[in-house]
């Protein structure tokens, strides 16, 4: 599920509101600065955030980015432990909704700009490692083939990977 894109919300209903209030929990559980919801195995264009002590969440969202980039490292809560270099815009502004389908703008730089991006990648099935530089793509990939946690969903049947870093990724994960 996380790297097939996405379905539009259609429905805003008691339902959607749940699937927010999931997110929502789960995201402080882990705990992270955003979650999208295939991350937690719906597949739905949802996701939330938690960043600067702000917490909000969109449904439906499109991004518009700044040529302006900024340099982090970055991390994601379906890829325990990890934390790389990862290129973004420096600022973002994401047109959605919000759970009772009203038109929302977020607009955010630095780290708030950077978790827009991240889960809005979710949703198109887009993970960071895709958008790391070549050789720290590759270190990456062989990270995640070393690591304990590798081919654990799909021998459970796809169970979603949310678990907490045993490193501290001061409030990275997305
Ligand atoms: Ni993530």
């Known amino acids: ?32 600065a955003g979650l999208a919801a295939p991350q937690i195995g719906v597949s739905l264009r949802v996701f ?22 900024q340099e982090g490292d970055e991390g994601c809560l379906s890829f325990p432990g990890m934390l790389y270099e990862t290129p973004r815009a420096f600022r973002a502004v994401a047109k959605g909704f919000n759970m009772h389908g009203e038109p929302i703008i977020v607009e955010g730089t630095e780290l708030l700009a950077r978790c827009l991006q991240h889960e809005n990648d979710h949703l198109d099935g887009i993970l960071f490692i895709d958008r790391l530089l070549k050789s720290d793509r590759k270190r990456a990939m062989k990270e995640i083939r070393n690591s304990e946690w590798f081919g654990v969903a799909t021998e459970s049947g796809a169970e979603p990977i949310i ?10 994960g997305l």
């Open 48 to 69: 939330v955030w938690n960043v600067d002590d702000e917490v909000g969440h969109l449904i439906n969202p499109s991004l518009d980015l700044s040529e302006e980039l």
């Open 1 to 32: 599920m996380l790297t097939t894109p996405a379905s539009p919300v259609v429905t805003y209903d008691k339902e959607l509101r749940t699937l927010v209030a999931d997110l929502t929990e789960t995201m402080h559980d882990a705990p992270g």
């Open 163 to 172: 678990k907490v870093s045993p490193h501290a990724m001061n409030g990275l």
